[in-house]
Nanobody, 125 residues
Framework: VQLQASGGGAVQAGGSLRLSCAAS????????LAWFRQAPGKEREGVSS????????VYGDSVKGRFTISRDNAKDTVYLQMNSLKPEDTAVYYC???????????????????WGQGTQVTVSS
């Protein structure tokens, strides 16, 4: 199982970035995918999750209305569109995958068995 995150970078507050996570080595369409982030000195935070069908998504309170998760099962890729970025969004962003995740645990990092390497997002004020 491999997850390769990309698309991070440095932007000014109010800007946008689109993260991508390309997967391989497993049956992507059967897995729940998620994005997490971790800022220095802070715990890993669940950002968003999307079910295998793509029809069900959840977002952390801090990103609701600004971030959008999507997936392309034909390309084995999950995306995170981030708009109206704020300095507090600065973190390393990780994609994660798991075959089975209960609804109440979609944004808990312990729910996910497979992780990508992370991509840095830096938002300046």
């Amino acid at each position: 199982v491999q997850l390769q995150a990309s698309g991070g970078g440095a932007v000014q507050a109010g800007g946008s970035l689109r993260l991508s996570c390309a997967a391989s080595g497993f049956r992507f369409r059967d897995y729940t995918l998620a994005w997490f982030r971790q800022a220095p000195g802070k715990e890993r935070e669940g950002v968003s999750s999307i079910r295998s069908s793509g029809g069900s998504t959840v977002y952390g309170d801090s990103v609701k209305g600004r971030f959008t998760i999507s997936r392309d099962n034909a390309k084995d890729t999950v995306y995170l569109q981030m708009n109206s970025l704020k300095p507090e969004d600065t973190a390393v962003y990780y994609c994660a995958a798991s075959r089975t995740v209960i609804a109440s645990s979609l944004l808990r990092y312990r729910s996910y068995a497979h992780w990508g390497q992370g991509t840095q997002v830096t938002v300046s004020s």
